[in-house]
């Protein structure tokens, strides 16, 4: 047989296979990110007498993000930018978030992608649904060589999601959100989503505003997972949807004398979806 012949069956068998993993992988994608955004219709916001009992400095937060007599998002469509780095010694690396958030449900996705170079890119996936988290990584967004589940990032999907409930704030107030004071300017939280507990502690500056969030959260490096102190500090504040919100923030990794800043995220764009 003619070995450009033989090249050519080759390369159709190749491409077809490609095409096969795109498709898989985008409708397994899609069909996730439909399934968690069914709800009933529901308005939410909350009037401060049915604030009594919640800490001084998260009345003034909601104040502050003008969240008091306004309807709450249900459901947010958001796009960030960002630049990450994957341990102390490497390269800065930017990275592009769509991110769809359901409230109701306590459900949110993440895609993303990362530039290595021009023309080549890392796309990732991140599930959260029915307290459960489910990540995947795309190699040149096409083939997936990276999956995992299980109680770390289960944990770490739980962190996310009280990270995004600080972008409709109204959200702070429900159930499985619980406050007390612990010292002027500061608050100590729990979160109880299923079997997950998370506890962090909040810093308000004079005005208001949310400056720091402290806790631990799952490091991942060569296989293992770590449990490091992690902190979150908010530089900025823009008004989205009528509403106040952390549009700046720095990640870090590590005790304060041995502190490292992984990743920063800016909020660009917020959609009611």
Known sequence: MDPNMIFLQIAFVVILVMIGFKIRNNIYIDSFCREIFTLKDRTLFYPEDELRGYPV???????????????????????????????????????????????????????????????????????????????????????????????????????????????????????????????????????????????????????GRLRLVRSRRFYYSKGTFTELPWEVKVEKYDEFLGHRIPSVLDFYYGREENQILYSRLEVQKMYPD
Not at 106 to 118: D, E, M
């Open 57 to 207: 400095e998260i009345i003034r937060y909601l104040e502050y993000t003008q969240s008091l007599h306004q309807k709450a998002q249900k459901r947010l469509k958001v796009y960030y930018r960002g630049m990450m780095k994957f341990g102390p010694q490497k390269e800065w690396r930017r990275f592009r978030l769509k991110n769809g958030i359901n409230y109701e449900t306590q459900s949110y996705y993440l895609l993303g992608c990362i530039s290595y170079f021009p023309g080549f890119h890392i796309r990732f996936f991140e599930g959260f649904k029915n307290h459960k988290a489910r990540f995947e990584v795309f190699l040149g967004s096409m083939f997936r060589y990276l999956e995992g589940e299980g109680h770390e990032l289960d944990h770490t999907g739980a962190m996310n999601y009280f990270l995004m409930a600080l972008l409709s704030p109204a959200y702070l107030t429900r159930e499985y959100f619980s406050f007390r004071s612990a010292g002027e300017g500061e608050v100590e939280s729990e979160l109880a989503l299923g079997d997950q507990k998370l506890t962090a502690s909040m810093v308000f500056d004079d005005l």
